[in-house]
């Protein structure tokens, strides 16, 4: 079991950059699977990157490739989002997310944080 706890949101002018970071807690959290989704108002909630267990590899959705990278760091227990670039199209709310499968579907993931508020003014 894991528990992950997203913070780094605000709010940021369009052409910014912000990093969010998903603390988890948990002996096993080089067993998941760590990902990010996003839900704007009205919308559902979008798979955005999911990072390997060891952080050598990640896939990102093909709206944000170029603008968005995720890391993680295992000694701390930590992922992260790095979002640069930043569009008034991006204001949502940014989930981690973890599960022993790697997957790109929201409802798939076992284990959520509470999000994070990221808000891009035009």
């Known amino acids: 079991q894991v528990q992950l706890v997203e913070s780094g949101g605000g709010l940021v002018q369009a052409g910014g950059s912000l990093r969010l970071s998903c603390a988890a807690s948990?002996?096993?959290?080089?067993?998941?699977?760590v990902a990010w989704l996003r839900q704007a108002p009205g919308k559902e909630r979008d798979f955005v990157t999911v990072?390997?267990?060891?952080?050598?590899?990640?896939v990102a959705a093909d709206s944000v490739k170029g603008r968005f990278t995720t890391s993680r760091d295992n000694a701390r227990n930590m992922v992260y989002l790095q979002i640069d670039s930043l569009k008034p199209e991006d204001t949502a709310v940014y989930y981690c997310?973890?599960?022993?499968?790697?997957?790109?579907?929201?409802?798939?993931?076992?284990?959520w944080g509470q999000g994070t508020q990221v808000t891009v003014s035009s």
């Open positions: 997310a973890a599960d022993l499968r790697r997957n790109t579907k929201a409802a798939l993931y076992e284990y």
């Open positions: 948990g002996r096993t959290f080089t067993a998941y699977y």
């Open positions: 990072i390997s267990r060891s952080g050598d590899t990640a």
